[in-house]
């Protein structure tokens, strides 16, 4: 092998954890996980730092409701169905060159939206967003494996799991800051200057990494069937709360993405070069570990999708301040991550990986205890121990996952990592959604009556309902202060008990995680190793 068609061999020396073959800037590990670090960072941001400016976006555009919802909606969708076709990009054409253009067309895409002057214009350049952030996310992976030595790639996830998560859970409170004292587009124009400088970064520091066995062709049937299937899954996931479960156009995508995936699967087993090798999943470790992100993300990110409603709406608190009170979840996240890449490479992946997903159903628990009366102090406690027990597994799956995928399928294992986590994001915040409705529909009839309310017409309840599963008071303009106090209260306690049963759910579901997390073992990532890594 050449050392411009593979990636470099790991040092013999434990104690010197960079080749001596790049020592220099260009191919340096670490300087490379700080370059990829700079661009991921921008695309994790993006996630959740645009949810606080939807309201002001929404003002100053004269957008509906359903407008604003495809600020994020249009935004996540063009991630989840892409991701993998792009980390097929990079095995192909390299991963560095994937990553550069990401980047640019990123902090393109976002200075246009703050250039634009109708939520069109806005909506059109989010979904280019998730585009270029889909090229951009499995190529940081891909350029990780191939640059860093096996004793040391955990803790490089390690970091960079920590980026994903500190820029996932600061979104609010930076958003916050800047739609307070400057304005919406300022959020998305902070993404041109930190575009700029993981540009430059990349040419200077990235260096090509390809495989000798790297595709030569695109599957291209493959491509629109899986895209296809990803597009009507997430469509049906994202339209549901809306349509209602029971309604046939939701069913309709699921079982048009049902019969995709299956035509995908046998396809993929007849063409000469797929776009995902079905040999892949006989690597049990491989598809526990896709299985264990996809229910850590219906934990996660499906629980913590209400805690926000929970802090503002009824506990009242500014954006800036709700995110300030998650900063135990992001600092444990951030000091977790490097601690469980250690770990992990102490004892493998398993026992931190299950023991993570123990602490996360704890912490869901715990949170299905909050009320209107919680102090500050309880919340930390779970929101840190949730942070903790996340930590582990955003690192070891993600290893889990590109360390049990042969070298010239690292993007598409790094883009099956980023689609499993989005599709669990999805389906977490649809079916948690969901169990939330139910319980608001079944709960506000008796606690209005028994709070001797004024009778509702079946249009008012419905309104109520819809206002409560957000935990907003449905209390019209005009309303005495003592009925107000009363709709107040009955509003934040049907509230509460459809977010304990959802965070109940979140629990079981993360507990079952645990005999997943059980089923996963290391990968064999160094270029020596390479042998064991092929199914």
Request: charge should be neutral.
């Amino acid at each position: 092998m050449t050392s411009q068609t593979t990636v470099e061999k790991a040092p013999k020396d434990p104690q010197d954890p960079i080749p001596a073959q790049v020592k220099g800037l260009r191919g340096h590990p670490w300087l490379t996980l700080f370059a990829v670090a700079i661009g991921v960072m921008m695309v994790a941001l993006d996630g959740t730092i645009v949810a606080i400016a939807n309201p002001a976006i929404q003002k100053d555009l004269g957008a509906t409701f359903a407008d604003v919802q495809w600020i994020t909606n249009g935004y996540f969708l063009a991630l989840a169905v892409t991701l993998i076709t792009a980390g097929k990009l990079g095995d192909r054409f390299g991963h560095r060159q994937t990553f550069l253009i990401g980047v640019v067309g990123f902090a393109a895409a976002s200075a246009a939206i703050g250039l634009s002057d109708s939520i069109t214009l806005v909506v059109t350049f989010r979904v280019l967003q998730g585009l270029f952030g889909a090229l951009l996310m499995p190529a940081a992976l891909g350029l990780l494996r191939a640059t860093f030595p096996a004793e040391k790639l955990n803790m490089a996830i390690g970091i960079w799991g920590m980026v994903i998560g500190a820029s996932t859970a600061g979104g609010p409170i930076l958003g916050g800051l800047l739609v307070e004292h400057v304005s919406w587009q300022s959020v998305f124009f902070i993404n041109v200057p930190v575009g700029v400088i993981a540009l430059v970064l990349g040419v200077l520091i990235l260096k090509d990494h390809r495989a000798e066995n790297a595709p030569k062709s695109f599957d291209i049937l493959g491509i629109l069937l899986l895209s296809t299937a990803m597009f009507c899954l997430v469509w049906a996931l994202i339209k549901a709360p809306a349509w209602g479960w029971g309604d046939g156009r939701t069913w309709g995508f699921i079982a048009a993405s049902v019969v995709c995936f299956a035509f995908f699967a046998f396809w993929e087993n007849r063409v000469a070069e797929p776009l995902i090798p079905l040999k892949l999943f006989r690597s049990v470790p491989l598809a526990a570990g896709t299985v264990l992100m996809v229910l850590m993300a219906i934990a996660f990110l499906g629980g913590l999708f209400f805690v926000t409603f929970f802090l503002q709406n009824v506990h009242g608190m500014s954006p800036v301040d709700s995110g300030l009170h998650l900063l135990p979840l992001t600092g444990m996240m951030i000091v977790g991550s490097p601690l469980a890449g250690a770990m992990i490479t102490k004892t493998g992946p398993r026992v931190p990986l299950a023991g993570g997903m123990v602490l996360t159903a704890v912490a869901m628990f715990g949170m299905s205890t909050l009320d209107t009366d919680t102090g500050s102090l309880p919340m930390s406690i779970w929101f840190a121990l949730l942070g903790l027990g996340l930590a582990p597994v955003m690192v070891g799956a993600t290893e889990v996952i590109v360390g049990n995928a042969p070298m010239e399928l690292s993007g598409v294992a790094g883009g099956l990592q980023q689609a499993a986590m989005q599709i669990g994001g999805s389906l977490g915040t649809a079916v948690l959604g969901a169990v939330m409705a139910s319980k608001v529909d079944s709960d506000l009839p008796g606690n209005w009556a028994d709070a001797q309310l004024p009778p509702l017409s079946p249009a008012q309840s419905d309104q109520a309902a819809e206002a409560v599963q957000v935990g907003v008071p449905p209390v019209a303009p005009g309303t005495p202060p003592e009925l107000a106090e009363k709709i107040v209260g009955v509003a934040h306690d049907t509230f509460i008990s459809g977010m304990g049963l959802a965070c109940l759910v979140a629990a079981g579901v993360a507990a079952v995680a645990v005999f997943v997390a059980l089923l996963t073992k290391r990968g064999a990532n160094a270029d020596a190793g390479m042998g064991g890594a092929h199914i």
